[in-house]
C-alpha cells in the first residue's frame, strides 16, 4: 500500500512538473511571438514589473518592465520588421523559478537599411507570480559570424 502511494505520488509530481513546464514553454513562446508581431501589449502582461535585459545590441541593462518596453519601442519604430526564430530551446523548472535557454536566429530589417541576420544565444529566467509565469530576466549575446 505504501508503495502504491509512493508511486501515485510520484506519478502526480510529474505530471504537475509537466504541466507547469508547458505554462513555462507557452509563456516563452508568447514572449518571442508578440515581439515578432510588435504586440507590446501581449508582451507586457507576460514580463515582470522587476525584468532586467542584457541585449546583443546594447553593453547596459535595461532594467524594470518600463525601460524594456520602451526601448522595443524604439527598436520597433526604426524597423519594417523584426523576427525572432528560437532553435533548440530547454524548459526547466526548479521551485518556483523556471528558466529557457537555446540558440535564436534574428532578421531584422531597418526602415532604412538591408536586412540583418545574426544568431545569438537566449537565457531568460522567469518567476511564477501567483499562477502565471513572468519573465524576470533575459540576456542575449551574440555569436560573431567566424563562430569565436
Not at 28 to 38: F, H, P, R, T, V
Not at 72 to 93: A, C, D, K, V
Not at 96 to 112: E, Q, R, S
Amino acid at each position: 500500500m505504501l508503495v502504491s502511494l509512493l508511486l501515485i505520488g510520484f506519478g502526480v509530481s510529474s505530471i504537475v512538473q509537466s504541466a507547469d513546464v508547458d505554462d513555462l514553454k507557452a509563456t516563452a513562446e508568447g514572449i518571442i511571438g508578440a515581439l515578432n508581431k510588435g504586440d507590446l501589449d501581449t508582451w507586457a502582461t507576460l514580463v515582470h514589473e522587476q525584468a532586467v535585459g542584457f541585449y546583443a545590441f546594447s553593453p547596459f541593462p535595461v532594467e524594470g518592465k518600463a525601460a524594456l518596453r520602451q526601448n522595443f519601442q524604439g527598436l520597433l519604430s526604426t524597423t519594417e520588421s523584426l523576427t525572432i526564430t528560437p532553435l533548440n530551446f530547454q524548459y526547466r523548472i526548479v521551485g518556483d523559478a523556471g528558466y529557457t535557454w537555446g540558440h535564436v536566429v534574428i532578421a531584422f530589417k531597418p526602415k532604412d537599411g538591408p536586412l540583418r541576420i545574426s544568431w545569438a544565444r537566449e537565457l531568460m529566467t522567469y518567476a511564477k507570480v501567483g499562477e502565471k509565469w513572468q519573465m524576470l530576466t533575459v540576456h542575449v549575446s551574440s555569436i560573431p559570424a567566424n563562430g569565436l
